[in-house]
């Protein structure tokens, strides 16, 4: 499930925050992954810290849930991406190497989405 | 409130250094208390600005350690750490203790040692300022600015070589500076054809990693006045943030942290961009002046860009754009950058920049970014 959550003003964020962009705690949650969503920017990165695929192409990208714009970043399944692009999230189990960077494994979740064309 | 002056400054060779992170702040505070003719038992507050000693180096405490080095005990201390604006965020909490009258005489230094690190494992260091949600991706730093550097050449029509003419200008410009990593020119070609790391940004968009420090010397006007006719004052300084998850951003062309920050710093100094003969802006990445030249009001949104290919914000130009080399050239020790902007400011408005003197330079600015516009501090300073 790629979690986002709604406030009462009807902003949503990916991720969840305890309190949101209007000042007020979440009231629901979307699931992201049942959506498609259009490429805002992207960039292939070539040089990836500890644990990390490279080349790494990412973007930003922009779903459109009833009208409410909401971002999510992720890596990019393919180098075949451009601006505009509409794209849907995929379920990946390990995006990068738990424990060969800096960050303590057991800190967060390594598991995640990245985005194909579709 | 009494006006704050800064009465000296120092700042390290910056670049690959044999010494360590409390090796690199003694020099710089040993350098800026002769500078200041300030005796250590008299400093009442010294703060440290430093991002990741413990990461980089395993050592922790250290502004303890330079108050002991540098014989300053008992004067309160405390480390600072901002992230990249970790320097920054020192200007401000000196100021802050100098205006609040609280102090009456306050060293800030900030370093930062680093090239004892692979490049990957640095790089991964400071990604871990990042949020989980994005660290996991394995973003970096460096890709954040590939992503924005696409999207505002595709949004304002700009050409891929404006942002190459940053580093060529920068490097230029660091020719001048004894200090700076890098004292050499390169051409628009080496820029172009360097190799790529986050695309559409090459190597040369980048700065280098660095060890180095900086430091300066806070008081208020009256005392300055015991000690020197030479001193500079700091009528605003301002700091702000923006979203730690970047992607949230409604444009990640706009850096709302330099917007906001740069708001309070010319409203506590009655001042407004146009007054600003100088300026030291946060280029770790080439796309950051455009975006800081335009959110500090300098020139119109997407026009950024255009007043670096008119030469504007060349030495000589309506307004010169770091004079020393910049990140991109003086290198980037993250705790002492912002300290070392405001080194270049001092030196600027006191007319002792040498070959890199701005002609008649009387109001300057430093812009110092933390993350990638997540915490900004924007300080402005003015010739006496």
């Keep these: 499930m790629m979690e986002a959550y709604q406030y009462p003003d009807g902003s949503i964020t990916y991720p969840g925050h305890p309190i949101g962009p209007g000042g007020e705690e979440p009231v629901d949650t979307v699931d992201l992954s049942e959506y498609t969503a259009e490429v805002v920017t992207w960039t292939t990165s070539m040089a990836a810290p500890p644990g990390v695929r490279e080349p790494n192409t990412l973007a930003i990208v922009e779903f459109d849930v009833d009208g409410e714009p909401v971002r999510a970043l992720g890596g990019v399944t393919t180098d075949d991406i451009d601006i505009g692009d509409e794209v849907r999230p995929v379920y990946v189990e390990e995006l990068r190497e738990p424990g060969a960077g800096i960050r303590e494994p057991e800190s967060q979740d390594w598991d995640g989405y990245r985005f194909e064309p579709v | ?384």
């Design chain 2, 1 to 384: 409130m009494e006006n704050v002056a800064i009465i000296g400054a120092s700042m390290t060779q910056f670049g690959q250094r044999d010494g360590w992170v409390l090796d690199l702040l003694s020099e710089a505070g040993t350098a800026c208390l002769d500078d200041a003719g300030v005796s250590p038992d008299v400093i009442d507050h010294l703060y440290v600005s430093n991002m990741a000693s413990g990461e980089f180096e395993g050592q922790t405490g250290i502004m303890n350690a330079v108050a002991h080095d540098l014989a300053a005990m008992p004067a309160y201390t405390a480390r600072i750490d901002q992230t990249s604006s970790s320097g920054g965020a020192g200007v401000k909490h000196a100021w802050q203790s100098v205006a609040s009258g609280a102090s009456d005489m306050t060293l800030l230094v900030g370093a930062e040692k680093m090239t004892h690190r692979t490049t990957p494992e640095a790089t991964d260091v400071i990604a871990s300022i990042t949020h989980p949600m994005e660290y996991k991706h394995g973003v970096t730093l460096p890709s954040f600015a590939g992503l924005t550097a696409r999207l505002y050449l595709d949004t304002y029509d700009a050409p891929r070589e404006s942002l190459g003419k940053v580093a060529v200008k920068n490097h230029r410009h660091g020719v001048h500076n004894e200090h700076a990593q890098f004292q050499k020119e390169v051409d628009l070609e080496t820029v172009l054809e360097s190799p790529m790391v986050a695309d559409p940004l090459r190597l040369y968009d980048f700065c280098p990693i660095t060890d180095g420090s900086a430091a300066l010397m806070f008081c208020p006007e009256s005392v300055a006045k015991e000690y020197t006719d030479d001193y500079v004052l700091v009528p605003g300084v301002g700091g702000a943030t923006d979203t730690h998850v970047v992607h949230e951003r409604a444009d990640p062309t706009t850096m709302r942290g330099v917007v906001e920050s740069s708001n309070i710093a010319y409203d506590m100094a009655d001042l407004g961009p146009e007054d600003v003969d100088v300026a030291e802006l946060h280029d770790m990445f080439t796309i950051l002046e455009f975006l800081q030249s335009e959110d500090l009001g300098f020139f119109e949104k997407g026009e950024g860009w255009k007043a670096v290919e008119e030469g504007r914000t060349e030495m000589g130009g309506d307004l010169p754009i770091n004079p020393s080399g910049g990140l991109k050239s003086k290198g980037h020790p993250l705790g002492a950058s912002g300290v070392a902007q405001v080194y270049e400011i001092y030196e600027q408005l006191l007319g002792e920049a040498g070959k890199r003197q701005v002609d008649d330079a009387d109001t300057g600015l430093a812009c110092n970014v933390g993350g990638f516009g997540n915490c900004v501090i924007t300080t402005l300073m003015e010739a006496v």
